[in-house]
């Protein structure tokens, strides 16, 4: 049994096996490819811990026993939520090992978003961390229910697995799993899983940040995700020697794959989990143990460059700072290299596929410019306008785009896939993006109904559909606000009545198990909501209301006499 995806044509798929990209290698392989001596070099780096390959390895091994024991076998899929420990990588080489399909939430997902994934995947094992707030008890009593009642309904808490706080060394690890029906895990010290992998198959699922409604699950395989890492490696010079710092969500495909974790596996470096983006935690992580890569999104980059002026840490082993998920001011780029004492490399990509990277030798304009060019001679990028025509050269239009590591359709959405792919198997991002002559890609604006709160992807509707819910909104239009650290936040427009308290409408929110992210910064309310020609809602004069706002204001601050 596996589970189903959208597949490439068979002539694209034969054609990317004849180049080297597929080369029906598991995932798993940015592992098991570590023999010998190289065994035992450092792969993760996690508070007092260091896992070597070696470990990684056994551990992901017994773990995967253990799952097998609990009748987890291939084409099963699972639902994981782990915060940035070593732990999670364990996790995921050990779910892969059973032939699993993991999707990995990310660590502030709330109910309302696990459960959308559970209904979608049904999973047959859920991994979940016993403090997160979600599974441990609710003293304040702003959540509903606990989650593992309501997964329970179709996981079964005998295939709940829980991971408790206490960082205990790789010898000892395995101790902090616990099964939620209190049966001991299983997993027998030098035991290897029966072998389960398709390599020509799906490896698991990445996370969209959604535009619809309900969130959508991006199918990957082994073969596009391994070729997508290794062609990363290699165009970002990935050695041994990397050690690279895992801040922001480690599922998120930037920290994942781009080149992520995953990358510095393959190249043989070690990976340092840090349990927070912020400059406090990182810059002690950074000086502790010789970072050489972060993968950062802008407002935690401007974060950095603030502290890095004022702090005593030892900054001076850092390489490359990687910046993406949402687009990076000139300006702030421009200071990267003076005050972080390293070299910066833009990142634009997407859990879909598709990633664009500024080179490393890349003259300073078009790394301070620009959003980079695809990693892969087989990417294929149209920019058309909304004709579905070529745009003239240097002009901004939809990207669309194809090749050997971009999906071919959102998990069970047949309706939405019609949408946003054409019949040549082109996706369209939702992203407004200009080409410079020499190929490089300038993200303008964005088509899709999404809000990008600093790398934070808000699905508009699906914030305006819970809202609707509440009994004094009788409609709701969520909509980007400009904002100078997060680029952009959150704004919701109400046709309710002026006396409901925004208060009450976040509790209201949040006891929906809505991410906090995604809770509106800021609500508006009206008696009358601008509609287009055809009667629909008039986003784009909210978001320019709001942009007049933020104008008027800073001209306010501007004129203020000193
Ligand atoms: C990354 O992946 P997602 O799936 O969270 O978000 C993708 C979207 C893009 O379609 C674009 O709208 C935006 O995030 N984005 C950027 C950007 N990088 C991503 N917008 C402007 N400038 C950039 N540099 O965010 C992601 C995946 C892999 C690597 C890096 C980022």
Redesign the pocket.
């Known amino acids: 049994m596996s589970v189903p995806y959208t597949p490439w044509p068979q002539e694209t798929a034969a054609l990317y096996r004849a180049k080297g990209y597929w080369r029906d290698e598991p995932l798993t392989s940015v592992i098991s490819r570590h023999t010998g001596k190289a065994a035992l070099a450092p792969a993760i780096l996690c508070g007092e811990r260091r896992f070597r390959y070696a470990d990684v390895e056994r551990l992901s091994d017994r773990l995967a026993c253990a799952f097998q024991a609990r009748g987890l076998r291939p084409g099963d899929t699972a639902l994981v939520q782990l915060p940035n420990r070593a732990e999670f990588h364990l996790v995921f080489f050990a779910l892969l090992k059973c032939g699993a399909v993991p999707v990995n939430a990310l660590n502030n997902h709330g109910a309302f978003e696990l459960l959308a994934y559970a209904r979608q995947i049904e999973p047959r094992v859920a991994v979940l961390a016993r403090s997160h707030p979600l599974v441990a008890e609710d003293p304040a009593g702003e959540r509903p229910g606990s989650l593992l009642a309501a997964l329970g309904e179709s996981v079964g808490l005998e295939r709940v697995l829980l991971l408790d706080g206490a960082e205990r060394t790789p010898e000892e690890c395995l101790g902090g799993f616990a099964w939620a029906d209190d049966a001991p895990l299983a997993a027998t010290e030098g035991a290897t899983p029966d072998p389960a992998i398709d390599p020509t198959g799906l490896a698991f699922f990445q996370l969209?940040?959604g535009s619809t409604g309900t969130p959508k699950l991006i199918p990957r395989t082994h073969n596009d995700y391994l070729y997508s890492v290794r062609q990363s490696v290699e165009v970002c010079g990935l050695d041994s020697s990397c050690r690279f710092l895992c801040a922001l969500p480690a599922p998120?495909?930037?920290t994942l794959s781009?080149p992520g974790a995953l990358g510095v596996f393959l190249a043989g470096g070690a990976v340092v989990m840090a349990g927070d983006p912020g400059p406090a935690t990182c810059f002690a992580l950074i000086e502790a143990h010789r970072v050489t890569w972060a993968a950062l999104v802008p407002p935690v980059l401007s974060l950095w460059l603030e502290e890095a002026g004022r702090t005593d840490r030892d900054l001076s082993s850092l390489e490359i700072v990687q910046v993406?998920?949402?687009?990076?001011s000139a300006a702030v780029a421009e200071r990267v290299a003076e005050r972080l004492g390293c070299r910066l490399q833009?990142?634009?990509?997407?859990?879909?596929g598709l990633?664009n990277y500024t080179r490393l030798d890349d003259d300073d304009w078009t790394i301070v410019n620009t959003?980079g060019r695809p990693m892969s001679a087989d990417d294929e990028v149209r920019i058309l306008d909304p004709a579905g025509h070529p745009v003239a050269p240097g002009e901004a239009g939809e990207l669309w785009t194809r090749g050997p590591y971009t999906f071919r359709g959102y998990y069970k959405a047949d309706l939405h896939n019609a949408r946003v792919f054409d019949a040549d198997g082109f996706y369209c991002?939702?992203?407004l993006v200009s080409r410079t002559p020499d190929g490089n890609l300038i993200?303008c604006g964005?088509s899709k109904d999404q809000i990008?709160r600093g790398?934070e992807?808000i699905d508009a509707q699906e914030v305006e559909d819970v809202l609707a819910g509440h009994p004094a909104v009788r409609h709701a239009a969520v909509v980007a606000m400009p904002d100078p650290l997060m680029g952009e936040r959150s704004c919701a427009f109400l046709l309710a009545p002026s006396d409901t308290r925004p208060s009450e409408l976040r509790r209201f929110l949040r006891e929906r198990g809505l991410a906090d992210y995604k809770l509106p910064d800021r609500f508006v309310f009206v008696t009358e909501l601008p509609k287009t020609a055809v009667g629909k809602i008039d986003k784009q004069s909210l978001r320019d209301r709001l942009k007049r706002d933020a104008a008027q204001t800073i001209a306010e601050q501007t004129s203020v006499p000193a």
């Open positions: 969209s940040g998120h495909n930037f781009s993406g998920g949402a687009k990076l833009q990142v634009f990509g997407m859990a879909e990633v959003q991002s939702g992203d993200v964005r990008n790398g992807k």
